[in-house]
């Protein structure tokens, strides 16, 4: 079980978390300049550093500051040394390329895998150089049959890396995997990776990307909450209300809309007038966020009753299925990314932490 950091913003909930992961004996970190602000970096390679010799951390690069996307050697080469800086101590366990397909907008299979191969000769040298100790592919199309830079790629990354001579150090390769999106159990490409001795990594564990629309694999929250529409008019009442906030709320309708919210409400200046619209605000705010939990609970219910996923989850009924779809990913890929936000979504995976003896 490993820790993604994709959305992970350095806030006091999402620092315990990482801590308690790493407690557990989580040896894997998944990370990439573009998740987050240069501070929110920094913040995570500051918790990171105690737990260095015992976690593998791995980054990822090709999407610019500005957007936009390249895989020039230049670029590459100072992201590799940025990265080494400031998450890991001076050095990546592992680099890899990031969504390499978005070449495919302007050039064709073979121009983008003379690109990406050009890529890794910058991979190689630094894993001469002692930068970083391994490189691969981190790729949302890489599990999927028959397409440009699909499942069949794997020989040519293979094949690019041993050209260059760095055959051996083609480590790593990342992919969605879930209950949902299962193409990499299709035509013995997982088997494929494992004869080439590349490490399988899974990640959106949680989160499949359906032709509905994103769902969320999780249990739905416990309890008895107050409702967004009751917070909200609370807000709208107080005579320091956060109008901004009242003004765009009807546009903030996914996790990554709240993320931002979240930050916006946090650093707001402190005005003493508004200490009780502020803490409205938050509880607005987790409100949604439950809300979206609650909705996403009810697909999840109804995938996990289907035949195709009934009968293939690990785990026993009354479990929770964080945990019974981590565990069946798990009987096929060595490692899966987990984005935790508190110390009891951890917990949960409690079980799943600790070395699985992969690379």
Not at 117 to 124: E, I, S, T
Not at 204 to 217: E, K, V
Not at 308 to 335: K, N, S, W
Request: aromatic share 6%.
């Amino acid at each position: 079980m490993g820790f993604g950091t994709y959305r992970w913003s350095g806030a006091p909930d999402h620092v315990a978390a990482l801590r308690r992961a790493l407690d557990l004996g989580c040896s894997l970190v998944d990370t990439a300049p573009n998740y987050a602000p240069a501070e929110v970096r920094s913040r995570l390679g500051q918790v990171l550093a105690p737990h260095r010799s015992q976690v593998r951390i791995v980054s990822k690069g090709g999407y610019l500051p500005g957007g936009g996307y390249s895989l020039d050697a230049p670029f590459l080469r100072s992201l590799i040394h940025s990265e080494a800086r400031t998450v890991g101590r001076g050095h990546l366990d592992a680099f890899l390329v990031h969504n390499p397909e978005h070449l495919l907008r302007d050039h064709d299979e073979g121009e983008a895998l003379d690109r990406i191969g050009a890529a890794f000769a910058v991979c190689a040298e630094q894993v001469a150089a002692g930068t970083i100790g391994s490189f691969g592919v981190s790729s949302n199309v890489l599990a999927t049959p028959a397409v440009p830079l699909g499942q069949h790629t794997v020989d040519d990354y293979a094949r690019l890396a041993t050209e260059l001579g760095a055959g051996p150090a083609l480590r790593y390769v990342q992919f969605p995997h879930n209950l949902v999106e299962r193409q990499a159990l299709e035509n013995a490409f997982l088997d494929r990776c494992r004869a080439l001795g590349v490490t399988t990594v899974g990640n959106r564990p949680l989160s499949p990307r359906t032709p509905d629309g994103p769902m969320r694999i999780a249990d739905p929250p416990e309890g008895v909450h107050r409702a967004s529409t009751e917070l909200l008019a609370e807000l709208v009442a107080r005579p320091a209300g956060l109008g901004w906030l009242v003004q765009h709320w009807d546009e903030v309708a996914s996790p990554d809309a709240l993320d931002y919210v979240e930050g916006l409400v946090d650093r707001a200046p402190r005005d003493p007038g508004a200490v009780g619209s502020r803490r409205t605000a938050r509880d607005l705010i987790a409100a949604r966020r439950r809300e979206l939990r609650e909705a996403a609970s009810a697909r999840t219910r109804e995938l996990v009753g289907s035949p195709g996923v009934r009968d293939t989850l690990a785990g026993e009924a009354g479990q929770p299925v964080t945990l019974r779809a981590c565990q069946t990913y798990l009987r096929d890929l060595d490692h899966v990314l987990v984005g935790f936000r508190r110390v009891a979504d951890v917990d949960q995976l409690a079980a799943l932490f600790g070395d699985s003896g992969a690379p």
